[in-house]
């Protein structure tokens, strides 16, 4: 994990031809988004600290271990929602249309 004070440090973890995952690393008051996919279904998992998230017009806060399904089509936002560093394992399924998929 690595935090940069210079705005949400992102690293792919996985990535074949059907999935593909990565940690975003949030310090205080950073965020990411709006980001959406239209033909990824998402899953996004807090490991650590706590986060707010907006999905289209519904929000919701999440803390450490909160899991929330990001339907493809959908435009996700997300913020650190406290003052410790927050930490997002974010996974789509297929890689996002951006990703160049591993041959």
């Keep these: 994990m690595r935090f940069s004070q210079d705005g949400p440090h992102r690293e792919t973890l996985h990535e074949s031809k059907r999935l593909w995952s990565e940690i975003v690393c949030l310090e205080r008051a950073q965020g990411l988004g709006p980001i959406a996919d239209p033909d990824s279904d998402a899953i996004l998992t807090v490991v650590a600290g ?23 089509g959908s435009e996700l936002t997300l913020r650190n929602a406290s003052t410790d560093p927050a ?16 041959e």
Excluded: M, N
């Design 50 to 72: 706590e986060i707010a998230v907006q999905i289209d017009r519904g929000r919701k806060r999440l803390p450490q271990w909160g899991s929330v399904l990001v339907p493809a």
């Design 87 to 102: 930490v997002i394992l974010l996974v789509t399924a297929p890689p996002p249309a951006d990703s160049p998929a591993p």
